[in-house]
């Protein structure tokens, strides 16, 4: 049994599964299920003045039979007083004293709004605290949120203000809706942060109903633009996640969040940097129970790959994420399709005809159709094992070039030597 | 046309193998929209290639690696 625990800038949990700061982590009651059903950690709906919700709130994107592929959501933070959520807090807190449980916050960019609220959370007893620069909609209307985070000045300017009365670790929560995250995690590092986590939400709006030409959703005949989340969004948050942990600046834990469903997403955030990972959409489309799958599956993995404790996978990976001028562009894979498995869809072939190149023949042999690749031609781009439906019958293999490596920025530095 | 190069770009990398074998060496290089210009000298003989194939033109990098090293 591999050591599933994780300290994450001093916030030590049993796992490193946290629920994330939304609608799992409303109230006491659902925190501490979450606790029972072995969550290591919660991230507290964010406190701040309570607001008023409007209904309805949630849409979600199905594909191609997939429900929940993406979530969208116009929902703002706590619409509950401060003092209720404290007490919750304190009882949650004195039932699970070995679980994480961190404040996530959000007020006006006032410096004495800060130290009022962080000094209020801190004293029922929070493990942490988590600064909401990321919330797209409605909050970042009044300066907050996003509207926030979108300013490096701004992010580094709160977490400073945070830093100056807080006694546990701070998390600068970091919004996607920006060119380069890493401009504002450097932002939150200088202003003290004791960790970074990502991502918020995507500004998105679900869609349209062809019927009433409504958005989706609509309020009263009238939509806003809300917030994207879900499995879509993984790739994003993933690539967010370890441009930080690759940023020589961003020198603090990282925890992170998007569209993480199973332990194999957790483990890929773990190794491109993440100390640990929080959890929303697939929560609240499966409930508190998948964290028992999660926990057993990255407890296996460990196991079967003789690690024994989960920490030594944070950060695995980074240094193979590189920019693309330190690529080898002389490193050849090819397409190998096995005839024997093929169904004869001709999905490889048309994908490669009409949208690749044109490297894939077809033909027969005694009287079998029968497809090829033709090396020669084949660029490696993997399209055709992408649309193949069989596993196994296109394999992309690797061929020795009769060319030594060279690198994009490698070639153009020997070439400007023979620019006349 | 199709995207198939494979045989301009082995005739593109025989020129440039030609030329080398020759006693040629790299004098210039330089790129543009319309690919890769290459001039080869030999004494005062000077010539020029054009490279348009993206396989010949990461050939020939290989190869004015290996003229650089020698
Ligand atoms: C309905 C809903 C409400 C949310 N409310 C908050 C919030 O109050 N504070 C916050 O920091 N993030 C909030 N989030 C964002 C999540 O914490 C998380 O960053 C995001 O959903 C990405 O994770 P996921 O793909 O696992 O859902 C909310 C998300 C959803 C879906």
């Known amino acids: ?141 009044r300066g907050m949120g996003s509207a926030s985070g979108q300013v490096p000045e701004l992010v580094e300017r709160q977490t400073h203000w945070v830093k100056e009365v807080a006694r546990t670790p701070v998390i600068v929560k970091l919004t996607p809706n920006i060119t380069d995250i890493t401009m504002t995690a450097e932002a939150a590092v200088r202003g003290g942060a004791d960790a970074i986590s990502m991502i918020n939400t995507i500004n998105s709006l679900a869609g349209v109903d062809l019927d009433s030409w409504n958005t989706v959703p609509h309020v009263g005949g009238k939509g806003a633009h809300g917030g994207y989340c879900g499995p879509a969004v993984k790739p994003i948050a993933l690539n967010m996640v370890a441009e930080c942990a690759r940023n020589r600046f961003v020198n603090v834990p990282i925890s992170g969040i998007g569209g993480i469903s199973n332990w194999q997403d957790a483990a890929e955030f773990m190794l491109m940097g993440a100390t640990g990972v929080q959890v929303c959409t697939a929560a609240m489309h499966h409930g508190f129970s998948i964290v028992e799958d999660m926990i057993d599956g990255l407890n296996n993995y460990l196991d079967d790959k003789g690690i024994a404790s989960v920490m030594d996978l944070v950060g695995q990976s980074v240094q193979r994420y590189s920019n693309w001028g330190d690529l080898d562009l002389n490193y050849n894979i090819v397409a190998e399709i096995n005839n024997d498995v093929c169904i004869n869809c001709n999905k490889c072939h048309i994908a490669c005809e009409d949208t690749s190149h044109q490297c894939i023949d077809m033909y027969t042999e005694s009287g079998r159709p029968m ?29 020795r070039s009769t060319i030594p490596p060279m690198t994009w920025n490698e070639r153009q530095s020997l070439i400007s030597n023979f620019s006349r | 046309m199709t995207m198939s190069e494979y045989l301009l770009s082995l005739d593109e990398m025989k020129q440039v193998d030609a030329y080398l074998d020759k006693g040629f060496q790299v004098h210039s290089v330089n790129e543009n929209l319309s690919g890769m210009f290459v001039e ?23 190869k004015l690696l290996e003229q650089s090293m020698f």
């Open chain 1, 371 to 399: 497809l090829k690749v033709r090396e020669v031609d084949c660029v490696g781009c993997n399209l055709c094992a992408i649309v193949c439906p069989v596993d196994g019958a296109i394999s992309m293999v690797e061929r």
């Open chain 2, 40 to 62: 080869f000298k030999r004494l005062e003989e000077v010539v020029s290639l054009q490279i348009l194939t993206a396989e010949a033109r990461k050939y020939f990098a290989a």
């Open chain 1, 1 to 141: 049994m591999a050591d599933l625990r994780i300290d994450l800038a001093g916030i030590k949990s049993p796992n490193p599964f946290w629920l994330a700061s939304a609608p799992p982590t409303n109230s006491g009651y659902q925190v501490q299920r979450a606790f029972e059903a072995g969550w290591g950690g919660a991230v507290w709906k964010t406190l701040g003045e309570p607001i008023l919700n409007v209904s309805s709130r949630f849409a979600a994107v199905s594909f191609n039979g997939q429900r929940v592929a993406g979530f969208n959501n116009i929902e703002l933070i706590t619409d509950r007083p401060l003092e209720v959520n404290l007490q919750e807090i304190l009882e949650t807190k004195k039932r699970f004293p070995n679980h994480a449980i961190i404040a996530s916050l959000m007020v006006e960019p006032k410096q004495e709004k800060w130290h009022e609220i962080v000094k209020k959370v801190e004293a029922v007893g929070v493990d942490g605290l988590e600064l909401n620069f990321g919330c797209p909609h409605g909050m970042a209307e």
